[in-house]
């Protein structure tokens, strides 16, 4: 089947232990030193095999974990990207056009909120660049296009970049003609359904860091509290022993 193209190569997740799937979701600066502490605490009970498994955990790249945690953040957009690329799969020789033209609306819908998602949490160490932005969204269409790949995407668990790949049009299968005068309406409709799906993709993004934020922003509330306690038990402790 022409969509069945991946061939990536992926960690499988039973090959690690439970503990360290979630070092794939980790932002890059920490992952390193997650690494290392769960080495250390799997060999202190007295799994070497595992510690040895995780140890040789190569660091996924920016894009991989951004995905990654996007996937654990949004599931159900994960899970509805990857249900309609196996429908999309199973339709491509199937000489259904119209079929295959709703699904991929429905698959890229998907995939564009995972992408937004994504490349919020990259934005968080900084402006993501637009190489950034197509690696996130290439890596996605790629995870999508094989089967093993999409079923590690939904768990967040992928370990490499995955080239796109299976994407291109009906191989040899005819589309219905359509005539003249309706292709330039049916393609704005089509363009502002697209826009429609972008637009909402923005918004749930944007909902997602508020929400970020206002929990960052309570963190730093608790612990400013925590300081000025801490700092006047210590001035009324110096003012004491004076």
């Known amino acids: 089947m022409p969509f069945e193209r991946s061939t990536e190569t992926q960690m499988p997740s039973d090959e690690i232990p439970a503990e360290a799937k979630k070092l794939l979701a980790v932002a890059p600066e920490e992952f ?21 498994a995780v140890s040789k955990l190569k660091k996924p790249s920016q894009v991989v974990l ?8 949004r599931p159900q957009a994960a899970k509805d990207a990857a249900k309609a690329a196996d429908r999309l799969a199973r339709t491509q020789l199937a000489g259904k056009p119209e079929a ?16 937004e998602v994504a490349i919020a949490t990259v934005s968080k160490s900084g402006r993501p ?13 790629g995870a999508l296009s094989g089967e093993e790949t999409r079923a590690m995407l939904t768990r967040g668990m992928l370990v ?7 994407f291109d049009a009906f191989a040899g299968v005819p589309v219905p003609k359509t005539r003249s005068g309706s292709a330039p309406a049916a393609g704005k409709r089509d363009a502002e359904r697209e826009e429609r799906a972008r637009e909402k993709a923005r918004r749930q993004a944007a ?13 730093v509330h608790e612990a400013t509290k925590e300081r000025d306690e801490l700092a006047e038990r210590l001035e009324e402790l110096e003012a004491d022993a004076g």
């Open 66 to 73: 951004a995905v990654n945690r996007a996937a654990r953040d």
């Open 129 to 141: 660049t637009d190489a950034v932005r197509r690696r996130i969204a290439d890596h996605i269409r």
């Open 100 to 115: 295959y033209r709703a699904l991929t609306k429905e698959m890229e819908q998907a995939a564009a909120l995972l992408s």
């Open 160 to 166: 490499d970049e995955i080239e796109p790949a299976g």
């Open 32 to 52: 390193v030193d997650a690494r290392k502490e769960l080495v250390i605490a799997l060999r202190s009970e007295g799994r070497r095999e595992e510690a040895q």
């Open 207 to 219: 909902s997602a860091l508020r929400k970020q934020l206002a929990e960052a922003e309570r963190r």
